[in-house]
């Protein structure tokens, strides 16, 4: 996970064939305490980025090549979970607390002649109901970034890092059959107390939404609710794992930044499956999911058929 800044980071330019390429030096990981920073919180800016999603979906990874670019700084760590969970109820001073400050953004811009940017990546935005209303109260013009894998892919994945961590003991055929019954009192709550900050990103919400998670039109929905298309980029995850030079140069123009050349030999939080997923409940999965991929192609009018 890339560490946080505080100062501009020096680089040299080259140009050729149009592109301009920084040779970064590497960011000094940050001194500041919590405290430190919650108390110099008016002095920070706000993210001008969110990863919001999918969970088991490469937002690390993504997260981690954006913060390489010299004209973006991390926030103090990469999941800040503000509009998730009880961390809403802080306020505003502690979510600009893992920000950059205003000073420092100002010094780069006279310093380069190029604003520097400052994002943040929580994977349970995407899920989260309450998410995106709250989320455009506060920053109605922040860009949104979400990466979305294979939804029958995603499941497993979910659920063997689950099983990895000790918090699952139900075979994957038994958690999904039984999914509906777990999530239904938290579905209850959202309905009945939109200001809710007790569901987060460490409940059985969180934990078991195995299948939840994978119905992607129906919380990309909720967020078109409030912002307009272009502030959203979608890109499968197959595609940017399989062509990340060319997902990276479409993430750089997104977000306004000069294009460069990442270092994609590292990937984070990779974990493996151990075994592979029983053939009969994978047809049943690729079954179930398929009309809702049929809905979120329409809905962002970009092929997401990963039948």
Excluded at 67 to 81: F, G, L
Excluded at 88 to 115: A, D
Excluded at 171 to 195: C, H, M, W, Y
């Amino acid at each position: 996970m890339s560490t946080t800044s505080d100062e501009a980071q020096p680089f040299s330019k080259k140009r050729g064939l149009g592109k301009i390429l920084y040779h970064t030096t590497s960011k000094p990981k940050s001194l500041l305490s919590a405290a430190f920073r919650y108390a110099s919180s008016f002095t920070r800016t706000l993210p001008n980025f969110i990863i919001i999603g999918a969970h088991k979906g490469g937002t690390s990874t993504l997260y981690h090549y954006i913060c390489s670019h010299p004209d973006v700084v991390s926030a103090s760590q990469k999941e800040v979970h503000f509009f998730d969970c009880e961390n809403y109820t802080k306020g505003l001073n502690w979510y600009r607390s893992h920000f950059v400050t205003q000073q420092k953004l100002l010094r780069y811009q006279e310093s380069y002649g190029r604003p520097l940017l400052t994002g943040e990546a929580t994977p349970f935005y995407l899920f989260h109901p309450l998410v995106p209303e709250r989320a455009f109260n506060l920053l109605p013009n922040v860009k949104l970034i979400v990466l979305l894998r294979n939804p029958v892919d995603r499941a497993y994945s979910h659920y063997k890092m689950n099983c990895r961590r000790g918090v699952e003991e139900l075979t994957f055929e038994e958690a999904i059959s039984q999914e509906a019954a777990r999530l239904e009192p938290f579905l209850d709550v959202f309905l009945k107390n939109a200001g809710d900050t007790s569901i987060g990103f460490k409940s059985d919400y969180a934990r078991y939404s195995y299948l939840a998670r994978g119905l992607y039109a129906n919380q990309i929905s909720r967020w078109l609710k409030f912002y307009k298309r272009e502030n959203i980029l979608a890109l499968k995850s197959e595609f940017f794992f399989g062509e990340t030079d060319l997902a990276m140069q479409q993430v750089f123009q997104f977000l306004n930044l000069p294009e460069i050349q990442v270092d994609i030999s590292r990937k984070m939080n990779v974990g493996g499956y151990g075994n592979s997923m029983n053939p009969c409940i994978k047809n049943y999965l690729i079954d179930y999911f398929y009309l809702h991929n049929i809905e979120l192609s329409k809905l962002l009018q970009e092929d997401f058929n990963w039948n």
